[in-house]
């Protein structure tokens, strides 16, 4: 008998907060180097209450600050293939899309989501990204619908999705394309892209 719970779904990381903080640890590590250097001259100066060196002591709870603020970013952003929906998280919050309103989801590359105008939205952290695969959703729902999800999306919402189509960049994004397409319907469940194709488990 297989006492075996169900497996814990996998979260993938949404690479714009992934370089986001790669990009910002070197400022939070700088302070917490400048703000111990300072800490220590002034130890040894005996000169760590005067009001010069009280300034820079305060770097090292800021650098502290800064990064465990980035680091939970980071691990907060990502999105979730579980029974009930997709999850896709930011912050300080998420939204589930029932698997009933995907209309499609591909494996394209990042650019296709940031063609004429948006062309300026291309972040420079994501550059390097740009032609690699990300999971694209084309989601079902009237104006109302689409803006309730849109809103959920955190800070990069405005990348992430445009009218009905959301696209999340990830480290693997045929593996999320299959995950999905395993809860969705037959007919929709084949429309997979990318560069990989996996046949769904019956």
Known sequence: MNTTGPSRPTRHHNLYAHHLWRQQRFF??????VGALATGIAIYQRQIFTPGFAVWIV??????????????????SHIKVEDGGLRISSLISSVVIDY?????????????????????????IMKQHIDQPAVFLRIRGDETELAAIKKRLGIFKARLM?????AIPVSDADTVVWEISSHLPEKIGQNQGGARRRKRHR
Request: no cysteine.
């Open 100 to 124: 009933d309103s995907i209309k499609s989801v591909k494996a394209l590359p990042l650019r296709q989501h940031f063609q004429d105008k948006r062309s300026r939205m291309i972040a420079p």
């Open 28 to 33: 939070a590590g700088l302070l917490l180097v």
């Open 59 to 76: 770097y090292i709870p800021t650098g502290l600050l800064l990064g465990a603020a980035i680091l939970l970013f980071r691990e907060r």
């Open 162 to 166: 445009d009218d009905e189509t959301i």
